[in-house]
C-alpha cells in the first residue's frame, strides 16, 4: 500500500502528558517516547516504513510496556485481513517469526523491519490480528465505493452519515502529498475511497477486540487522530480510551492536533522520491 515519504512534523506539545521528541542522532540507541504515560485501551503506533530507527523506537515502546505485563492485542497494516484464519494458525504453530512470514507470504514489505514485533508476539504469546485490505479488496473498493468491502452492520455503525467533509479533504492532500501532487483527478478519489475503508476496516477489527487492549501497527497516515483510525474509533466509540503516537523525521511540516505524542527521528538517507517527476 502507498506510504508517506514526507511525513508530517507535529507540535512538540501535547497537553500536559507530552514532552518534546528528541531529535536523535542516526545511531543514537532507541527510547520510548513518554515512559510516564500509562497504557490505553487503544494505543496506535505509527511509522515511517523505511525510517530504521523509527522502527526500533516504536519496537522499544512496545517492548517495555509488555515487560511491564501488559498484554494487548497485535493488529498489524502488514497483514491482509482476508488471511486471518491462516495468521492465526501460524502465529499457533511457528517457532519463529521467519515461519510465520514463510507461511502468509505477503510481499511488498522490508519484513526485516517486522520480525522483531513477530518474535515478541511468539515470545509473549500476544493474539496477532490482520488488519490490511487485501490487494483486491483495495481495487474493488476503489471503483465501487468505500462502503463495497462492508457488511450491513458495518456500513450502519460507521457511514451511517457522510463522511465528514475535513476528513476527505484530509485525505486527499495526504494522498497527494504523498505522490508529489502527480495523482490525476480521475485517480484520486477512489485513493481516497481505499485509504478510508482501510481505516475503516482496522477500527471495527480494533473494537471487536473489547474487553482486550489493543496496539495497532501501521503508517504515520492511518494513526492520525484528525483522519485515520483514532478519528472513526472516537466517532463510533467516544468514551474509548484511544492514543496515537506519531514518529516523525525531523524536518518533516505538517499541522498540529494529528497525534496525540509524536517521537522524532533523523531522516532516513533515501533517493528522492519526486525526482521522476521532476526530470519530466
Not at 515478541?120 to 462502503?147: E, H, K, P, W
Not at 505522490?179 to 484520486?188: K, P
Request: hydrophobic share 40%; with cysteine.
Amino acid at each position: 500500500m502507498m506510504r508517506l515519504i514526507k511525513q508530517a512534523s507535529v507540535l512538540c506539545c501535547v497537553l500536559a502528558l507530552s514532552a518534546c521528541g528528541s531529535l536523535l542522532k542516526k545511531d543514537a540507541p532507541p527510547l520510548p517516547v513518554v515512559d510516564s504515560v500509562p497504557n490505553p485501551q487503544v494505543l496506535l503506533l505509527g511509522e515511517v516504513v523505511d525510517n530504521v530507527q523509527g522502527q526500533r523506537l516504536r519496537l522499544a515502546e512496545l517492548k517495555r510496556r509488555v515487560a511491564a505485563g501488559w498484554r494487548p492485542v497485535i493488529v498489524m497494516e502488514q497483514f491482509d485481513r482476508d488471511t486471518q484464519p491462516l495468521l492465526t494458525r501460524a502465529v499457533r504453530d511457528c517457532a519463529d517469526p521467519d515461519c510465520i512470514i514463510r507461511v502468509m507470504e505477503q510481499p511488498g514489505w522490508d519484513w526485516d523491519q517486522y520480525r522483531p514485533v513477530l518474535d515478541l508476539v511468539i515470545n509473549y504469546q500476544l493474539t496477532l490480528v490482520a488488519g490490511n485490505l487485501s490487494r483486491a479488496d483495495a481495487s474493488r473498493t476503489a471503483r465501487d465505493g468505500m462502503q463495497w468491502s462492508m457488511p450491513p452492520a458495518m456500513v450502519k455503525t460507521y457511514l451511517a452519515a457522510p463522511v465528514p467533509a475535513d476528513l476527505l479533504q484530509g485525505q486527499r492532500k495526504q494522498i497527494q502529498d504523498s505522490h508529489c501532487n502527480m495523482v490525476s483527478d480521475m485517480m484520486i478519489d477512489g485513493m481516497i475511497h481505499t485509504q478510508v475503508a482501510r481505516d475503516i476496516w482496522m477500527a471495527k477489527l480494533i473494537r471487536d477486540q473489547a474487553p482486550n487492549d489493543v496496539v495497532l501497527f501501521a503508517g504515520n497516515e492511518h494513526v492520525r487522530k484528525d483522519i485515520g483510525v483514532a478519528r472513526w474509533l472516537k466517532l463510533a466509540d467516544p468514551q474509548l480510551n484511544v492514543r496515537s503516537i506519531g514518529y516523525v523525521e525531523q524536518g518533516s511540516q505538517g499541522i498540529a492536533g494529528e497525534f496525540d505524542l509524536t517521537q522524532t527521528m533523523a531522516p532516513q538517507p533515501r533517493k528522492d522520491p519526486c525526482a521522476k517527476f521532476k526530470a519530466k
